[in-house]
């Protein structure tokens, strides 16, 4: 006759509660994005929000330096966190990539701050010029912030969640 430890009933229980705390975050996401599109799309946010040249700078830039610093494994530990298969004993190292995706992508919105700034000088003679230069130094902090709150400090958030269970 074999006899269940009594801490299998325990790590059960803990994996559920993981799984819904994945799941309330999940819709949690979604349900912040769905209100960000319905108050832009209400209000005619889009044209004045959306600037292509320093979103693309910022996506580009900040995961090609997120990348650089972390590598294939920050690549291995974001699916992981996003999957829910992440160990207890990962979750600290995947939380710490994720800080480093937080920094590398305000570091990039700060550089296309600094080249708005620079095409603004650059134009000062020309006001017709300087409403775009103004757009990209102020609009590339906020697609950082929106990468920080919506990506990576969520994942930040779940693999901090998930470390606290290897203690």
């Not at 559920?16 to 005619?44: E, P, S």
């Not at 996003?82 to 590398?104: F, I, W």
């Given at each position: 006759?074999?006899?269940?430890?009594?801490?299998?009933?325990?790590?059960?229980?803990?994996?559920?509660?993981?799984?819904?705390?994945?799941?309330?975050?999940?819709?949690?996401?979604?349900?912040?994005?769905?209100?960000?599109?319905?108050?832009?799309?209400?209000?005619?946010?889009?044209?004045?929000?959306?600037?292509?040249?320093s979103f693309l700078f910022v996506l580009g830039v900040g995961s090609a330096g997120?990348?650089?610093?972390?590598?294939?494994?920050?690549?291995?530990?974001?699916a992981k966190t996003l999957v829910g298969d992440l160990n207890p004993s990962e979750?600290s190292e995947a939380a710490m990539m994720a800080r480093s995706g937080k920094h590398?992508?305000?570091?990039?919105?700060?550089?296309?701050?600094?080249?708005?700034?620079?095409?603004?000088?650059?134009?000062?003679?020309?006001?017709?010029?300087?409403?775009?230069?103004?757009?990209?130094?102020?609009?590339?902090?906020?697609?950082?912030?929106?990468?920080?709150?919506?990506?990576?400090?969520?994942?930040?958030?779940?693999?901090?969640?998930?470390?606290?269970?290897?203690?």
């Amino acid at each position: 006759m074999s006899h269940q430890p009594l801490y299998c009933l325990a790590d059960k229980q803990q994996h559920w509660r993981y799984d819904v705390n994945i799941a309330i975050r999940i819709v949690g996401f979604f349900v912040a994005l769905v209100l960000l599109v319905l108050t832009c799309w209400l209000t005619n946010l889009f044209s004045a929000v959306v600037e292509p040249m320093s979103f693309l700078f910022v996506l580009g830039v900040g995961s090609a330096g997120w990348l650089l610093s972390t590598g294939a494994r920050g690549i291995e530990m974001t699916a992981k966190t996003l999957v829910g298969d992440l160990n207890p004993s990962e979750g600290s190292e995947a939380a710490m990539m994720a800080r480093s995706g937080k920094h590398a992508y305000w570091w990039a919105a700060l550089m296309a701050s600094l080249f708005g700034l620079i095409q603004m000088l650059q134009n000062l003679e020309d006001p017709a010029h300087i409403g775009p230069a103004v757009a990209v130094m102020i609009l590339a902090p906020l697609y950082a912030a929106l990468f920080s709150f919506f990506v990576w400090s969520p994942l930040e958030a779940a693999a901090s969640a998930r470390a606290l269970q290897a203690q």
